[in-house]
Each structure stands twice: as C-alpha cells, then as structure tokens.
C-alpha cells in the first residue's frame, strides 16, 4: 500500500516543504494576484477618488456610491440597469437551465445514436463570438430582409411578427433569449457529465422496480445532479450579473429603445468610459464595478449559507 | 463563461497601451492617432506621400483605432506616455480635456492657422475662445441623399419645404415600389443626428438658436423645438416595416440596394454609397418650414489634429500641422474622402457631384453645428445621450414631442447654469 500524502510531508523537512508549496502554488498565486485581486483592489481604492479637470485625483471617501446611490441622475439609471439585469438573469434561469437538464437528460439516454453530434452542435454556439452571434441574430430577427418574418409567415403566423429587439417592450427578452440560445451548452455539458457519474446499478433496479424513463430521470437521476444545477445556477448568476458583451455589440452602449436593454454591465461601460459626448469617469465606473462586485458576492453568500449548506451529496 | 469583465477591461486597456509603448517614435518620424480606420489607405497612399514630397525625411506612421474604442483607447495611451506625436481631435469637451490636462498643446502659433474661420476653430478653443489647441481639418453636413431614379419613375422632383417633402414621402407611399424615407431608430444616434439635428436649425436658426441655448435665453422646451421633433415624429408612416429595430447599416444598405428613395443623411455617407450604390443619387437640403425664408444646415465640424504635449519631435509635428492648413491638403483630404468638407477658407474643387452638392449649400444656407455639442454636454444626464434617447422614442411614437422638450430641459437644469 502507497504512503499517505500527509505521512509523506510530515516526514519532510520544513524547508523543503515550503519550496515544494512555493514551486507548485506559486505560479498560479502570483498570476491570480496579479490579473485577479489586483485589479479589483484597484478598482476598490479608485472608487474612493474622485478626478478634476486637470487630470487631479482627489480622496472623497465614500461619497462616489453616495451620489451612485443617493442622487436620483445616478440611482435611477442604476436601478434600471439592476432590475433589467435581474429580467435578464430570470429568463436565464427559467428558459436557459431547464431546457439545459431537458437536454442533458435526453443525452444521456442509453441507446441514443449520433450522441456525439448532437453534443457537438449544441455546444457549438458557446464557442462562437458574441459579436457573431449578436449579428446572426439582428439579420435573423430584421424586419427587412431577416428570415423570421418569412419563417412565420410560411406557417401562417406572419401576424405575430415584430420587431422584437427595437421594441421598448421585447428587446430585453429578445435579448435573453439569445443569450440563452449561445450559452446553453455550458449547462447541458456539466448536467451531462454528472449524469454520467450515476452508477448503472440505480437505474437498473429502478428499472427492475417497474419505472420507465421519465420517472426515473424525475425520481433518481434528478435528486442526484441537484447539486450540479445548483452549481450551474450560481454560474448563470455570476455571468449575467457581468454580462455585457451581447447588449454592447447589439444595442451599442446606450442600450436603447429608452435604456430598456441597459444592464449593469453597459450601465458600467458608460460610465468608466463614456460616450459620444460623455466623458469617462474612471473614478464613478470603479464605483459601479465596486457595487457590482457586491451584488455579486451578496447573491454568492446567499446561496452559499443558504442553498449550499443544505444540499446533500451522495457518494458512490 | 464570460468572466470577470472589469478585469478584462483593464487588462485590454492595458495590452493597448503596452503594445502602443512598444512601436513609440523616435525623431524624424511621426505617429498619428485617430479613430478613422476607415480611411488608413488615404492616409497611406496620398496624404503622407504628398507630404512627404516636401519633407522626405519625416517619417509618419498612421496609427487608427476603432471608432467605439478610440477616446478610452487614446486615454489610456495619454496617460501612460506611449501616444502618438499628433492626435486626432474629436470635437469640443474630450479635446478640451485633454487640452486642460496638458497633454494637447496650443496650436495657435502655427502658421497658416488665420486660414480658419472662428466656427471652423469653435469645436477645438477654450470656451473663452482665447486658445485654439487643434487644427481643423473637415466637418460633415446633414441633409437628404435621394435616388434619382426612384424620382424619376415616381415622377416627383426635389422638396424645397417640409409640404413638398411630405407630398413626395406620400407619393412615394402609395406608390410602393420603395421605402420613402430610410431611417432607422435602433442605433439612436439617427434619429437625433440626421433627424432631429438635421431638419432642426431651420427652426432654431441655426447658430443663433444654438447661442441662445447656451445663453438660456431659449428653452429645450420652447415651440421652435418641439416643433423639429413633432416633425421627426411625423416620419414614422414613412419609415420601413419595423424601422424600430433597423440598424444604421441597415439603413445603409436599404438604400446602396436601390429599395428606398430618400436617404435622411450625413455627407459621411457619400463615400459608402460611391462603392456599394449602383444608381444616380442626388441631395437636397433639409427642407423649410412653412413660412421661414432663410435656410439653415447642420455643417458640423467634425475632426481636427493636434500636438502630444509629450511628443519627442514637435518640431516635425508642426511642420506637419502647418501643411495641413495648406490648400493642397485640402484638396487631397476633400477629393480622396468626399463627404468630409475641408474647413480653410480658400475654396476647394471637389469632384464628387454629391458631396459638391452638398458642400454648395454653404453658398446658400447658414452653416451651423449641432446644438447639443457645446457646453451643454458637459454635466449628468449628458445632453447628447438623452438626444439620442428622446429623438428615438420621439419617432418610435413612444414619446411625445412635448414630453422630449421637457424631458431634455429637466436634464439639462439639474446642471446647467448658463453665465448670467
């Protein structure tokens, strides 16, 4: 039987130990502090100055997420952005992850032929640029020369077409919905993958016991990935609460129509970096990007004290 | 997953300035930043080997950014020492500021700078007008781009007042055959830049209106205003199907592809159209309202360059600016890029019918920059971003023209407080 790893270390000499850690450890310590915490220290201390005209910065303690916070000019667009940005992590959670599990389920059906391709292509899409899906879709969706007239029309629902994402009303879902359709791979994949760690022996007894497919995905496989989805939840959250990409490329910084496509992230471009006219304001767009690092890590705390604690793994 | 976007960020700005710092000048030769990647050919197949006729031993590197990126960009390669030798100037307050950094200087002292008038100059001065840190280079007029064709099979001729251009638009309705006017709202900025700006100094009278503004002696809110959006707001039967979310190339290529008959423009376009449109175009300025006699256009000065308060060679660099006061600059720059109008006073030949066309008004109209430019765009809400916004919404039918009027005057008073 091997030595245990702790035996091992304890055995060595302290010094060595200690070259061992910094050899193995420090690299990816160093290149984290450096890419990681660095810039968000940074970005922390600088939302506590602010810049005069001659290029001056000044110490103003807390009074940039006063204003952020306070002053309605500043609030209210905020608040926009929170809340389209809360829209937009809800049509995530609801359109994106089920049809996620649906799919990973439906992969890892045994007897399924062309799983591989069918893998493939649904994942496709995550690995596109975001700027090339934002294009595909503006041409799907346009109302001149987009297929998705046509395509309703040829089944007799012409009627139900709009311009989806130039409407105050649709844009912001439209735009979900895309993002939706680009990154439900990235779901479908960890599902599939833990549904594959389920040991055939369940399934077989279950099958044994008389349950067919759907019961046995809903009562076995289901309770047993609980702990993936709610991984995957809590990546959906982290990456739509700093989505911007897909808003930027497709509705530009101002987010139109009236900001109803604004989201935290173009909501932080447009202040750190302006625009047309507007000046960037370093120093209140490091305040954003501090308030949104603590949404982030309040809905992090969140689920960890109170989804995490509670979930039960099951060890094969 | 898409991860950690400030840190992205900062890490592009950064890799920007790096690989900036790593091709920095050395005497003799010159770095020009801009934002015009569209027009890096010009830049390197005439205008620096034109220059370079006189003074074959500068060296002058042409450096662009992308448009979107090219002020963060630029900022971050100011502050960080690694900028280009000459900088390209975007209009009034992100040249100011840098000029108030220290990091453009004056320029007044070169010769041939009497070659501008004050307009041409008011973009790149301090506000008290006592400093000029920029060479004016081009400004770019708003009008309307028209397909001949279309015109002729319709049988209508060009609108001088908005009662002709809303029979033709009606005509070109019923007609059917194309979209009377393209325009979309999806990008904003059109319908505030070459709808609201556009149509608008005719009924603000132009500069004057525009001084006003700035002095508040005239409201965003007063009926000259109202009046340019209720006019906008009566383009939306005009527009194509779903023109809410008709991007700006879109509207580009709805028209380049023959399918709408009156273009709402900027003389930037001309260009574009030239290499993509296969049929006659023609251009009329905005038409007049009903009883105005003196017409007005949005002749917007545009670009300007000026010097790197760092720059290791500025003795080259002035030599550079000072040609581009010269008439044979301006020749070169308005033939090679026609649509972008040469600001010196010595009149220049342009060859493109259009952009003669276009640049002929000045003969015959006022000449005026658009409004929100100046000044007023300075505070929080940005005037110019709530423009866009409200001139979208205007013709989207989602806001009406009073409720624009006041919604911008109310941004405007939490800030601004004109000089009594």
Known sequence: MPESVSNITAQMPRAKLAGLLLFFLGPAVAIYSLFSIYPLVATMALSTYTSDPSGGRHFVGLANFQTLLGDALWSKPFWNAFGNNLIFFAVHMCVQNPIGIALAGLLSLPGLRLKGFYRTVMFLPTMLSVVIVGFSWNLILSPLWGVASGALKAVGLGSLFAPWLGLESSALVTLSLISVWQFVGIPMMLIYAALLNIPDELIDAARVDGLGHFRIFFHIKLPLVLPTISLVSVLTFVANFNAFDLIYSVKGALAGPNFATDILGTFFYRTFFGNQLQLGNPTMGSAVATVMFFIILVGLCLYLFLVQRRIRRFAF | ?420
């Not at chain 2, 033709?168 to 019923?174: G, I, P, Q, S």
């Open chain 2, 1 to 420: 997953m898409r991860r950690t976007f400030k840190a992205a960020m900062g890490a592009e700005v950064a890799a920007l300035a790096l690989l900036a710092g790593l091709a920095s000048a050395q005497a003799g030769s010159l770095k020009i930043e801009s934002w015009r990647n569209d027009d890096a050919d010009i830049w390197n197949s005439k205008i620096i080997p034109a220059f370079n006729k006189q003074y074959p031993d500068i060296k002058i590197e042409f450096a662009p950014s992308a448009p979107k990126e090219y002020n963060a960009a630029l900022n971050a390669r100011l502050d960080g020492g690694t900028a280009g030798d000459l900088i390209t100037c975007r209009p009034f307050d992100a040249s100011l500021a840098l000029y108030q950094k220290h990091q453009l200087d004056g320029v007044d002292g070169l010769k041939g700078m009497d070659n501008f008038s004050d307009v041409a100059k008011a973009a790149w001065q301090t506000d008290d007008g006592k400093t000029t840190f920029c060479v004016p280079i081009a400004s770019v007029i708003a009008g309307f781009i028209y397909n001949k064709e279309a015109f002729a099979k319709v049988g209508v001729s060009e609108p001088k007042t908005l009662e002709e251009f809303h029979a033709v638009l009606e005509k070109f309705k019923k007609d059917g055959t194309y979209v009377p006017l393209v325009m979309g709202t999806a990008d904003q900025w059109e319908a505030a830049t070459m709808g609201f700006q556009n149509v608008g100094p005719d009924y603000w009278k132009g500069e004057a209106g525009r001084a006003n503004l700035i002095a508040g002696k005239e409201k965003l809110t007063d009926p000259q205003y109202v009046a340019a959006f209720k006019e906008i707001a009566s383009w939306a039967p005009y527009l194509g199907s779903g023109f809410q979310a008709q991007t700006y190339a879109d509207s580009q290529n709805l028209f380049s592809l023959g399918k709408g008959a009156i273009y709402a423009a900027g003389s930037w376009d001309i260009s574009t159209f030239r290499g993509q449109a296969k049929f006659a175009m023609g251009a009329f300025p905005p038409p007049q309202p009903a009883g105005t006699t003196d017409c007005y256009i949005s002749d917007h000065t545009d670009i300007a360059m000026g010097i790197n308060a760092a720059s290791k060679n500025k003795e080259d660099a002035k030599k550079f600016l000072e040609w581009l006061t010269t008439p044979e600059f301006a020749t070169i720059y308005a033939n090679a890029l026609p649509g972008f109008f040469p600001l010196a006073k010595t009149p220049v030949k342009v060859e493109d019918d259009v952009a003669a066309t276009m640049v002929g008004w000045r003969q015959t109209c006022k000449s005026t920059i658009r409004n929100s430019y100046q000044i007023l765009s300075r505070g929080t809400p940005n005037l110019e971003n709530e423009l866009w916004n409200v001139s979208a919404q205007v013709v989207n039918g989602k806001l009406t023209p009073d409720a624009a009027g006041k919604q911008l005057q109310d941004g405007l008073d939490k800030w601004y407080k004109p000089a009594k």
